[in-house]
């Protein structure tokens, strides 16, 4: 899963419905979940 955001909505979606829909809407990755369990176990110590 990929969090998205169009800068007024953001949601999680797969990597396929960004890839084939929510790209051409304008939407950008904010984080994906490989990259993001790293960020939370460091960020929650």
Known sequence: ???ITNGTV????TQGA???FYKE????IVSDE????EW???ENG
């Open 18 to 20: 960004y890839d084939t």
């Open 40 to 42: 939370e176990e460091e």
């Open 1 to 3: 899963m990929v969090k």
């Open 10 to 13: 953001t949601t999680e979606v």
């Open 25 to 28: 809407q304008g939407f950008v």
């Open 34 to 37: 490989n990259e993001n369990i």
